[in-house]
């Protein structure tokens, strides 16, 4: 990335502080009414003051343990279960029905199963965070693997490769750029339910010490755990995204402002063309008398020039 770019973002974030701080400091109360926000400074100073004790790095550290090992867990079913269900019809039958029903029900709604089913809260919380990133990566591996084109896979079989060579060598690698499609709408969604469910049954967690904050009318607290929470998806999505290019750099490589660049472009930056087909035979004089070339029907036939000998 250009420096440019880099300083095309960082002035972006500096306007919407400022904007922040403006309309926080005047108290502005047109239909939107900012005065009782709290303003970048008090947030700003709540952070430093928070950030140098003990509960604050313990919250973080509960709550990134929760997503990793619920995205984790979440992964790997993902995956393997939209494998399946891609490639057996049995699996799709058995499976399918059950997971389509359970799909449009939201994570968070499962808390008091979690409640009844698992012996500990933590536990109960971790299953939430699976379960909310599951679909998104089970739909998402389903149709990458079904939409990949058969004539790779009878390549394998041709020179006498069985199921796992074609698991592992055609289907995963093919579908991983859809995979991680999945994997990077899975994170941001198991951070949602993860503060979610933190809000409503945790001890420890960003989650639940930004909802004590707000029970105690606490709104820098407030604002510092939702940056917080912001800070940590962004940098967990970031990873995830950078995973999914460094596994995926067989890919064409496109630049993020535009499409892959085309044989036009590559010619203007390599100063080569993409190679030319070799040009068809002219047809060669026959003697008089010869018959030419035929001609395709309704059109004249073509004559024949006499040659020489």
Known sequence: MTGGRWLLRAASLGVALLLWQGLTSLDVNLWLRFEQFPTVGEV?????ER???GPYWQDLGSSLRRI???FALAAVLGVAVGTAIARSRIAADVLGP?????RPVPAIALVPVAILLFPSNEQGIVFITCTAAFFPVLVSTRHAVGALAPVWEEAV?????GRARILFSVVLPGALPGIFGGLSVGIGVAW???ISAEM???EYGVGYRTWQDYTVIDYPGVFVGMLTIGALGWLTSTAVERAGRRLTRWLPARDSSGPVPSAGAARTRTGRG??????????????AGAAGPRSGPGSFPEQTREVTP
């Open 98 to 102: 059950l997971l389509e029903v359970l």
């Open 274 to 287: 993409p190679r030319r087909s070799p040009r068809a035979p002219r047809p060669v004089a026959t003697r």
């Open 157 to 161: 079989l041709t020179i006498g490769g």
């Open 51 to 53: 950030a140098g004790t």
């Open 68 to 70: 990793v090992t619920g």
């Open 44 to 48: 700003a100073s709540t952070f430093a």
């Open 200 to 202: 409503i049954s945790g």
């Open 192 to 194: 949602i339910c993860v």
